[in-house]
């Protein structure tokens, strides 16, 4: 197996380039002109983009910047999210094409056309009125990924309330502080789930995020603002139930009648919050608005999926990050995709239950993250073999940098070696692909996203914010406003301005490093700060080290995201347990194996340390900042780089030596 940080390390190596195939380019959705468009005039670009939505009330101003860093655009224009991407099919003659392939974990399958969508999403909006809500009230969505979770975000559209869904993986812990912060009144979530051939229980975790935590906890008191928690029967299995605050969804949504008015909103109406780590301890409420977050996510799905009538496309993301949001609910449906919508995990009941899935619906456009490639691999290619992938024409990468071994790998056995690849690099905070080749027009480059999208602007600079010369590296960075940025941090201007805005003056800052090779193309390096990247998902340090500090036996904690074959960075805690803590058990396994699960149930277990070691200190500077370099260092088996800035340089000896007598 590869290893990535060395990869990385040694991308400018990596000389291979693909020219697209002349068949693929002359049926393209894009062409070379679209550069060229919005090389001549980028607003009038984006103008012309957002006119392929259906406007109720359209705009006549592009964009207003005067209040920068917090953009407006179109926003004179009136238009529902949910009428663009389910009813505009509808009224157009559209309504018979399938939305939906549901696939669900234990085999069952579900059709769904455009017109079972509309029927359904216009019950819901009616079921969603009929408890109180309405335009702007906040709804957390906690589903697994079934077609109510789709049904339920259009129907929060419809109303014009604002949904934020939770990832069903984060834990009750999670779950409350997200549902505080945007005083959601509203909880939609399901009995359960399936996963790995299991029902796993989410409305229990529901109502211990509603409960009071205790004394002396972060909640001391029972959630103030969820007034109802509608509850989809998934598993049937048996659910406790708060008489007066709980709904079945059959009973509040399926009575409705299917007719349902969509509330017009402004164009700068917020659609929805979807929360993400950042540097701090708490998760950010990121915010996106209609009418530029759906232009951007619409555009760039028709651009670089190249989107046909008869494809058949599958994003593998879960609808709870912004990839489900942009790629499988807003952007495909506004396009009236086919798509396919699974879900359970790649290897229930077996490690061929993907390809079995494309091969079944005849998948056309698959899109997903590098840490599902390198599983692939490692797994091995006699599996995906067994199946007829010859359905597959596009593929796509997101969520973490790809290095040229997996990409070369998802280009032969996947792709057959016909298939463009488009690496696309974007965050929840871009709302839309920013840098991606342009299939059929880009050449491509094993491990490269190669070029920004026309009509965005983005740069690599150095520390003082100059551009750097090709050949060279530094910080990534965006220098005009596109449609789909966001336009906020729920409630907190200042935080917004500061961690955006506030490095490069008058420059977007991703967070990320990149370096632009001799041609000019973008290679991605991974986060500059303190944000990991699991598997494709976003995780803070201090959000994990808070977490373990808040445990008994820990008197301090440190956290490195350490380079892995697999997942790309993995959490490896360094922990030292406190003198004065009763019943710690004597071997570090048992404590590292309790900490682990202290974690889960805190955050979720997408956060759950891969690696605790007990150590009896962690290298600190002088000012007594956390060197996580040389963590890093251990945890990835090196030797340790320079110390001389540690306040005590012997430390790391005493950690090594620590560790290998196994303490
Ligand atoms: O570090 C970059 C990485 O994922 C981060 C954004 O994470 P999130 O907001 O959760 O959104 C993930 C899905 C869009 C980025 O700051 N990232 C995302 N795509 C790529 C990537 N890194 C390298 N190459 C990519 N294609």
Redesign the pocket.
Known sequence: MVNVAHTLENLHHESRSFRPHAAFAAHANATSYEYKKAGVDRLQYWREAALRLAWRQPFTEILDWSDAPVARWFHDGTLNACDNAVDRHVREGRGDRVAFHFVGEPGDTETLTYSDIHERVQKAANGLVALGLGKGDRVAIYLPQIPEAVVAMLACARIGAIHSVVFGGFSAESLRQRIDDAEAKLVITADGGNRRGAHLALKPLVDEALASHGEGTAHPEPCASVEHVLVVRRTGQETAWTEGRDVWWHDAVDPQPAEHEPEWVEAEHPLFILY?SGTTGTPKGLFHTTGGYLTGAAHTHRIVFDLKPDDVYWCT?DVG???GHSYIVYGPMINGATQVLYEGTPNTPHEGRWWEIVEQFKVTILYTAPTAIRTFMKWGEAIPQQFDLSSLRLLG??????NPEAWMWYRRVIGGDRCPIV????????GAIM?SPLPGVTATKPGS?MTAMPGVCVDVVDDAGRPVPNGEGGYLVITEPWPSMLRGIWGNRHRYVSTYWNHFDGMYF???GAKKDVDGDLW?L??VDD?M?VS???LTTTEIEHSLVAHPWVAEAAVVGASDEVTGQAVVAFVIVRGDAHGVPEDGDEVAAALREHVRHQIGSLAKPRTILVVSEVPKTRSGKIMRRLLRDVAEDRPTGDVTTLADPSVMDAIRTGLEAGT
Do not use: K
């Open positions: 993400t993301a990050w912004i990839t990468s997101v969520g973490e940098p790809i690496d696309t690099w974007w965050q929840t905070e871009t840098i996203a991703a967070g990320d991605l991974g986060r944000v990247n494709g998902h976003r």
